[in-house]
């Protein structure tokens, strides 16, 4: 979150008063919060609209757009008043660690049946409108209560995507898919948009929220943020290690979710413009045109530079944790995620299984549900 001089100025003070030795931030928020964030901007709903620069509105106006994304809209129309205030997570006591489920994309039907059949734990897809693969199948939403019954016939979970920065004038569409959705007995929705967290909380308070990896959480305090905003469980970006994740674990309740297979972005996922600045195809809106996946020459001092067969500059190799998920139990993951929502069903039914495969031998080799508390931790990454 990106402050006005006049917060940042307001929080040193308040800082400087309350704690005026002790360098650890504690967190606090008046009567008329409902929920106390770690991380609050403003102390009225004014004061809330104004202090919020359109961060994300720069983007749209690399395409000469006008809309403005509701990222915070429901947020400061819900009449919020915390204070401004940081927040730094305590270690919380020794946990014991749960075996992690196995999460397959499904951009389709034939996708769905894989993972199902591969031994997935829970699946994850994307309706018409409103997620981050708008060039996958996906599903209607008229479908959702037939995916739903397939699932849980198998005892298999279902997550909704709604990973993408909503405008102000899709809040009532969005509203709408989200009634759907809890009608439908949908197990969780992963959201990117923090308004649309608020948004899900009013409508749905019962569906779980899990917050997307375009949010771009990478560190416990993020976390708890999203704990605190109504998140019960977090995926963490992709350029963490082993040692990093398991800082989350010791330090907050809230579930965390790692991918472990698939492509890899350069930029911190949620916050890489280049597809909307040089194809006016906004990746915050499931369109990405995958810029970094195009060959590219260097230029030195104004002449291009033999590469050789390196093309690829900007590509990273893609995910692959499968040696690694003995370390990731150990960091108390809660789910590991595959990506592939663009895949086909037998990439789905391969990697499903292979990490189906991995993770329960590697939980049995641990002791299974009869082992209390972690294994020594002696990661390298």
Known sequence: ??????????????????????????????????????LHVGSTRAAASKSVPTKIGAEKNLSGSRKRPALFAAVVNSGFAPT??????????????????ILAPAGDWPQLRAAVNAGADAVYFGLNALNA???APNFDVAELPAVMNFLHEHDTRGFVTMNVLVYDEELSQAESIIRAVAAASVDAVIVQDIGLVSLVRRVAPNLSIHGSTQMSVTSPEGAEFARELGCSRVVVGRELSTRDISTFYEATDVEIEVFVHGALCVSYSGQCFSSEAWGGRSANRGQCAQACRLPYGLVVNGHIKDMGDVKYLLSPQDLMAVEMVPELINAGVACFKIEGRLKGPEYVALTTSMYRRATDEAWEARGGDNRDGPWPHKSKW
């Open 84 to 101: 401004c205030s940081l927040q730094r997570v305590a270690r919380a006591p020794r946990k014991r660690i749960a075996k992690p489920e």
């Open 1 to 38: 979150l990106h402050f006005h001089a006049m917060h940042t100025a307001l929080l040193h003070k308040r800082l400087a008063l309350r704690y005026p030795t002790s360098p650890t931030f504690c967190s606090s928020a008046t009567p008329r919060s409902a929920i106390p964030c770690a």
């Open 133 to 135: 693969r708008a060039r």
